[in-house]
């Protein structure tokens, strides 16, 4: 038992330290970045983060856009695999493991691929610029692994519930609604972050598709301030960026860490 | 209210999983379906409540056929084997949810819950949820909800297997208070004999998907039409003699009787039930259970007969009832 915890603490640190070490430089003084080892005497700084939110636009019209377009991509993306994962655990046996290899294979193509094509997509329809436009190739992209994560949970579901809320005269959106949407929230919880999160990091389409400064996402706003100056790296302030860029997803985490833990072990133990 | 099903088959991938079944439940009679898993007794259930199709045949409730209408049209009220609660709603939302769908107003729809949870001795647990009530009152609820159903039909697919020995006594009287008291017709599948003979009025025993004999349990016991029926009904189980000359005899535990000179066996091991004690006993017919009277001294020596009238004689190739 101990010996576990032991065990667990070290990789606990190992996971964390990176992030610990990021916190640790955005509050440095550049000076005391470069040379960590002398006995600076302002090593302590806010100077990080307040560059960033002096700046125009201040850095948390960032951390904004982010939210829209991954909120806005969560909510399109479970509108459509919901429904979809259930279809696809009532249909012919055959059909669904057809439909389930192919978004498995769509799940594991590189999306970096159609970035291109998809480019041409946002100029043809005149949807740059747009952070809810942006939503579009993240939903599409999410899609496959929602589907293929929440049709496993709806087919862990016993039958026998569904069959008993027929009798009782629910019909299928009513079953839906009330008895299984909610049976699999752990597993849509779980999905939700995966999808969330990919919005949040997703780099070259958001690179692509979006050029007015105060619509940039979080990953190209990062990778801004990092370039920012030609004869230093910004180290201090990429610090702080990355520290904000990060806190909301923890927080998000935090909060439904207990239904992502049932989520990720739905399957394992039938009930 | 009646319910009446011809000629019902069901094949899965080309098997046959139920043929030919025709039963019919009178009003306030209840039916059991009685056989080994697999035997296609909750099959029938599913098809009645119209959760599959069947390949042949019709279902009928009250004369009218319903064959092709949905589970909610049917009326049925069932319970599921594993209760099949919702995880999600507390014990009054597990019962409103149907109300509620089905247009029954709020008033009423709290009166009515109001009042199976008093009938049901279940007000107390009315806020919980089905992960914190045990399993006698998960089932309690399960009972609730095909009540409020109001159905034309009651369907139990095994609704006491899961429950220890000791609550299935106190909740049999339950559920015939409740539910075989009433107007409707029930179905009660169970795998367990001496809960059919028990609770029903009739027996339908089922092996293979076919139907081996229907009757009250006391032409079951008495008359058993197979060497299957006669085997599965009556426990101890019934002593099955060697064939000779295309002939099986049988004989029940109970019916065989110690006596002074008879045929000779061996006492092997015994056991005491309370009222009776169970002999094992080896004979020149191999084999043989006897129950007698608990107080019955034993030697190992014992002599044995029993009357023709008891004994039971089955074709030893077809394993069919002669006489």
Known sequence: MIRNKFLLIILLLWSLCPFFWQVYTSFCSSESILSPLLNIDNRWTLQNYIQLFTSEPPFWRYLLNSTIVGTTSTVLTLIIALPASYA????????????????????????????????????????????????????????????????????????????????????????????????????????????????????????????????????????????????????????????????????IVLLFQKQIIAGLTQGAVKG | MTLKIEKLSKAINKKWILSDLNIEVLQSECLAILGPSGCGKSSTLRLIAGLDKPTEGRIFINSVDVTN?????????????????????????????????????????????????????????????PSELSGGQRQRVALSRALLRDPFVYLLDEPMSNLDAQLRE????????????????????????????AIADRIAVLKEGKLQQIGTPQELYKKPKSIFVAGFIGRPQINILPATSGVVRAIRPEHINIVQEG?????????????????????????????????????????????????????????????
């Not at chain 1, 519930?161 to 959106?173: P, S, T």
């Open chain 2, 170 to 197: 106190e909740l049999r009287p339950q559920i015939r208070n409740l539910i075989l008291k009433k107007q409707q017709p029930v179905l009660y599948v169970t795998h367990d004999q001496h809960e059919a003979m």
């Open chain 1, 88 to 251: 696809l655990t009532r249909i012919n046996k055959v059909f669904a493991t057809g439909f389930k290899l192919f978004f498995f294979i769509a799940a594991l193509f590189p999306y970096v691929l159609l970035f291109l094509s998809l480019l041409e997509i946002a100029r043809a329809l005149n949807i740059g610029n747009n952070l809810f436009a942006l939503s579009l190739p993240y939903a599409s992209l999410s899609l496959p692994l929602a589907i293929l994560l929440l049709s496993a949970a709806f087919n862990d579901l016993p039958k026998d519930l569904e069959e008993a809320a027929k009798i009782e005269g629910l019909g299928l959106f009513q079953r839906l609604r009330w008895i299984l949407i909610p049976l699999i929230a752990p597993a849509t919880a779980s999905t939700s972050i995966i999808i969330f999160l990919f919005s949040w990091n997703e780099y070259p389409i958001a690179l692509t598709w979006i050029s007015k400064p105060e619509l940039i996402t979080l990953p190209v706003a990062i990778a801004r301030i990092a370039g920012s100056s030609v004869y230093s790296v910004p180290y201090g302030a990429y610090a702080a960026a990355t520290v904000l860029g990060s806190l909301p997803l923890i927080i």
């Open chain 2, 69 to 129: 209408i949905s589970p909610v049209q049917r009326k049925i009220g069932m319970v599921f084997q594993s209760y099949a609660l919702f995880p999600h709603l507390t014990v009054t939302n597990n019962l409103s949810i149907g109300l509620k769908v089905r247009g029954v107003s709020t008033k009423e729809q709290k009166n009515r819950i109001a009042n199976i949870l008093s009938v049901m001795q279940l007000e107390d647990l009315a806020d919980r949820f």
């Open chain 2, 263 to 323: 045929i000779k066996c061996k006492l092997i091991d015994k056991e005491w039930l309370g009222l009776n004690q169970l002999l094992f006993l080896d004979s020149p017919l191999g084999k043989l259970k006897l129950l007698c009277g608990a107080n019955n001294e034993t030697f190992e020596d014992i002599e044995i007969s029993w009357d023709p009238i008891n004994e039971h004689q089955f074709n030893s190739y077809s394993g069919i009832r002669l006489t």
